[in-house]
């Protein structure tokens, strides 16, 4: 890998759906950062609404005895005075992976911790009168990487679209 290209767009978080139980596996595909990115299947993710200008995605990591140990976090607002807010904050609770698209089109995996997930992301959640505040973390043994995810981007079902192959 060469460390002196640009990386020349900053990405938003534009885009977030929620999956109660996909399988998962990691690439094996070596271009693709094996082992980092994730391979979804059987994903039975939905859309959820957030305020866009609202949605963050911070990771920091800190060495400890037994090798680097990453803390990520997302953030999720949405007003409070929601006619759904109660089913809403329930099927936040119940969050096993997050996928977040990105402005660049890129599809973050949120939730994975390991080879294979072995614990979900913790999830709290705080509320007001005007906005309720959604913050999932994740604490990893490798930085967090992205996915085919589910976002289908307006296509049919019928084309098995596999978007690494268009990055």
């Known amino acids: 890998m060469d460390l002196t290209q640009k ?7 534009c885009g977030i759906e929620i999956d109660l139980s996909a399988t998962i596996e990691p690439t094996k595909e070596p271009s693709l ?10 994903s039975t993710a939905v ?18 005895r037994s090798g680097i140990k990453y803390t990520q976090t997302l953030q999720l607002e ?14 936040y609770l119940k969050v096993k992976y997050v996928y977040i698209k990105l ?7 949120f939730g994975r911790n390991d080879y294979n997930q072995n ?17 999932y973390t994740c604490q990893s043994m490798f930085s967090y990487g992205f ?9 049919p079902l019928e084309f098995p679209i596999n978007f690494y192959n268009l990055l």
């Open 119 to 135: 614990s979900e992301p913790k999830v709290k959640m705080s509320s007001n009168e005007k906005t309720t505040q959604i913050t």
């Open 147 to 155: 996915t085919n995810g589910s976002f289908s981007f307006g296509f």
């Open 33 to 42: 950062q094996g082992f980092y990115n994730t391979l979804v299947q059987n």
């Open 47 to 64: 859309p959820v609404y957030f305020t866009p200008s609202k949605g963050r995605l911070s990771e920091s990591a800190e060495d400890t």
């Open 78 to 91: 949405f007003p409070s005075n929601d006619p759904m807010r109660a089913k809403r904050i329930s099927d």
């Open 7 to 13: 990386v020349l767009v900053l990405p938003h978080v």
């Open 103 to 109: 402005s660049t089109d890129m599809i973050v995996f």
